[in-house]
């Protein structure tokens, strides 16, 4: 399961950014780049789970 972690939050903040430019918020643009910065952080994390065959 740990394994496609790293893709789910890659998956996440594509759907974070798309939600993010389509909303009309005062701080969207901080708000939202900081919250794919998590997510990717993240993603980056779970990328030592994935198997080398």
């Keep these: 399961m740990r394994r496609y972690l790293s893709l789910l939050f890659v998956i996440l903040s594509i759907i974070t950014i798309i939600v993010g430019?389509?909303?009309?918020?005062r701080w969207n643009g901080i708000v939202t780049w900081?919250?794919?910065f998590i997510l990717?952080?993240?993603a980056?994390?779970?990328t030592k789970y994935i198997p080398n065959k």
């Design 21 to 25: 430019y389509r909303s009309d918020v």
């Design 34 to 36: 900081g919250i794919v």
């Design 40 to 42: 990717l952080s993240f």
């Design 44 to 46: 980056i994390y779970f």
